[in-house]
């Protein structure tokens, strides 16, 4: 059986088309080599016919398929010789596949996020990729160097929040850095006021916590009359009440990082609004590509030129094709922040210069995206496309 199955060995790893069949009867050698099998770690194909799609054997592994080429059947290798040698082939490295490096479920994935563990950022990374590996870092900045560096995958930052607003120092490490955003992540964030265990919350003379955190709670905090004292995450709040052991002193944290720290929950949703929402953007190396199977949105930046109407124009681009803007943000433009409006010493000095961001519901796949930034080209001076994604909703 072996020797009939000899007259052909090439590698593979799916079953192939007729051509492809017709191809490996004429020139196998040389189309293996050109799909880049190696000897080793390859399967045994037979080739039954040329005329005749290959099959893998769904018992074996790797998978293998022989055919004798005279019978016209295809029957399995089932010598001990054969057996001896599969044997041998299991013990040997198994190659990479594309999924050891993009799995589905976000395991290996390593996530960047700006706090310690138990900050909300932590839980918009799990929400993003539920298998993922976290990695925690101290400021914004360090989790756009981490992906630029390859240290992690992806990072997930806040943009803003439905009633805090706008996070402006990731609007602009946006500009400063080359990542793309891949997606979002809209997060509930439920608020608690923690303190030291048996604490109670009338004792509280200050509160620690992240400004944005201290925003959405403002009515609870300002009833509660105490100071408050910014830190550069929530988590880290809490971890700072558990180390000093102050009992007047709480945090505006997370339940998890209650959990962490060994602190007690004195008040829970003490945020002002029960709808209280972050977006968080997941940035990666390189861009998706742009589907039109789901919703999806896309994000700029852009600069204008002088003139009256301008803005109103750019905006326009985008309501003459029907394209929903969802947020739009702007920032002063600090490399130019002083601009002489004409040549004589004595005209007046322009300070403000402004960097728009806008976020629209289309996806860059579709022609009425591709049209509004054509157009938007005529009126703005400098135009970057910073991702087009899927649009996240709260469950
Ligand atoms: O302090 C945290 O736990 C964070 O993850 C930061 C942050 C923010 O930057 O807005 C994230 C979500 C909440 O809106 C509050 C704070």
Known sequence: MAAKAASIWVCAKTPYSHQGVSDLSSNHSELALNLNFRKWECS??????????????????????????????????????????????????????????????????????????????????????????????DQFEAAFKAVELWLVDKAVLPIENSVGGSI???????????????????????????????????EL???????????????????????????????LAAQMVASTGLRDTGAVASARAANIYGLDILAEKIQDDDDNITRFLILGREPIIPGSDRPYKTSVVFTLEEGPGVLFKALAVFALRGINLTKIESRPQKQRPLRIVDDSNEGSAKYFDYLFYIDFEASMADPRAQYALEHLKEFARFLRVLGCYPKDTIP
Do not use: W
């Not at 400063?176 to 979002?184: D, N, P, T």
């Open 44 to 137: 045994c194909l037979a080739v039954a016919s040329a005329q005749r799609a290959i099959t893998p054997v769904e018992d074996e592994k790797p998978s293998l398929t022989c055919a004798a080429e005279s019978s016209g059947a295809m029957e399995r290798i089932e010598d001990n010789k054969s057996r001896e040698f599969h044997k041998d082939l299991n013990l040997l490295p198994k190659p990479l596949t594309a999924n050891d490096f993009s799995p589905r479920d976000g395991s290996k994935v390593r996530v960047a996020y700006q706090g310690l563990p138990g900050a909300y950022s932590e839980a918009a990374a799990v929400k993003a990729y539920p298998k993922c590996e976290t990695v925690p870092c």
């Open 205 to 235: 003379k200050r509160v620690l916590s992240h400004y944005q955190a201290f925003a959405q709670c403002e009515m609870t905090l300002s009833s509660l009359g105490i100071i408050r004292i910014n830190t550069d995450d929530s988590a």
């Open 168 to 202: 402006h120092r990731n609007y602009d490490l946006l500009l400063h850095h080359r990542l793309h955003i891949v997606g979002e992540v809209q997060l509930q964030v439920n608020h608690c006021l923690l303190g030291l265990p048996g604490a109670r919350k009338e």
